[in-house]
């Protein structure tokens, strides 16, 4: 998304065809007998003033013109004389200078509409601009932020120091969501050098250097002879695009942002935004009776297990087709024997309440630790439990509860109840390589997570990780045909990787990817101080700007954060589309007690995304809620 538009002065957004300047140095250098041509002074435009000057009595004809006529001041001292002169002359054309040209006026208008900020960098020294600014404000141009190189240590063009500050006042933390638009070839290389979109503007311009009425009287042919010419000379420069009229800029970003309008952010627990490069592993068809599919699966199987930090002597991954409630179900309806056999299961969200309509479905019995949605499950309620209900041979908690981004600590109650030798199975769909979880010292039974959760696949199956001991012994459990976890592990074990029945091809590639990606990132460690970053500027950025959260932060995770309603009136739908429509899908609430809604941090998400979305939030916090934003 195009967030921001650095604009050139002269020549780009006033001052058709750049005459000021051109005057001014013309009649600067006449007033000491030297008579320059046009071409001569427009070949160094867009440099600061004095520089150019320098520049221009570097020419050697020019230095010796200087030598005769004015024997007693050197040319050192030159430079800063006439470079006075043309201060002075620059004034007289300042009404000029500050026109602004055709197009000018759409552009605002849309920069405004969309809340594209506006700042611009410039030759002109701070005086100057200063008598400037007032000019265009009146014709309704107010850029933010206006440097010169007085204001950069008097580095100018070609670096790209000024448009850094700019985009530094304007907190924007990626560059490539930057237009820097100029008409100069040293405004092409600023941009270019600081990393952004770089654009020639042709019309009016310093290249072709007409005024108005002398381009308009031009025909056909020589206007478009000009305007390629110029056209040229900024691509050769790096310009990305050329565009004649200043308002053309409009289609350009249109079409800019539309291109990532096809590829929303999802700021969901999954399915979640994955790499173009796990997508692009989709584009093959695939067997599934093929050797290299099978060692493929295997390779899956394994790297899972080294992912929950277990060995496989212990440990195995069995992968289960469909979303990761068929993995729940799968591992719920084998763990749990059909007879003598009762399940106590903890639920604080809307993932345990499902834990508790699986047992229901598969007529297991169960007891239900029912714990608010707002609070952890405890090691102490569930030993109260258990103290009550002596039955209990299977326990079953969520780790990450995505309805509202609650972690329980599982590190405490699980090895406790391996302890007293009841079998535990962990809902980690939500933040099983999100979150670091050793299974060795876990000691958790199962453990489920997914295809299209944190490790950041697309979705497709659902992965029990299970200890080997315990899984062996639940031949003939199964309360159904397609989600026998035992049969689905001995097929595996049996066929050297064969998946029983139809497998997702597409998702298994993707999958590897996505876990060969996790690896380069750093693995597990990596991933969740990623996580971290995004959330806690998350949380931080949205309370700043009002927005009250649901959990307390000492039990949030880093994969989802849930914020109540700003307002009694809020309308979540026209938030989402909102937020939808500038390329972020957000989610619903799912807490009962509380009007809420959610944030995921997870998959190909950076702190710049965050960054991103929280100035679309500022801007309709403040805009379409009218609620008070801090500054
Ligand atoms: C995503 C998720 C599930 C599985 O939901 P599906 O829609 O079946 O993929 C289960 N538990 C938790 C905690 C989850 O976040």
Redesign the pocket.
Known sequence: MIEAIVLDWAGTAVDYGSRAPIIAFKNAFAHFNIDLSEATIRQDVGLDKLTHVRKILQNSEISSSWETTHPTIPLAKAAEEIYAQFQIEINKVLAETAQLKPGMTDLIKFANAHHIQLATTTGYTQAMLDQILPLAAKQGYKPAYNITSEQTNHVGRPSSAMVELAIRKMNISDPSHVIKVGDTVNDILEGKNAGTISIGVVDGGNLIGLSQQEFNELDIEQRDRCQAKAAVILKEAGADETINNIADLIPLIEAINDQQHEMPLLLT??PLTTSHTVKETMLVDHGTWDDDYKELTQWVRHELVAVGKASEDDYTAVLMQG????G?EAAIGTAVPKQHATLLIAANGA?GE?MIEIADYLSIPHVDLQVPEDQTVTLTAVEESLAKHPEVTHFAV?H???TTGILNPIETIIPALAEKGIITIV?A??SFGGVPIDLERLRADYLIT?SN?CVQGVPGFSIVLAKKKTLQGTEGNARSLALDLYAQYRTFEDHDGKWRFTSPTHVVYAFAEALRELEQEGGVTARTHRYHTNETLLRKGMQELGYELVINEDVQSPIITSFKYPTADFNFRAFYEYLKDRGFIIYPGKVSKCDSFRIGNIGEVSADDINHLLNLIKTYTKEELQLPVGN
């Open positions: 627990p999954g979303s990761g409630s068929f729940v993932y499902r969520v990450c509860e995505t809902d769909m939500s997914s959760k």
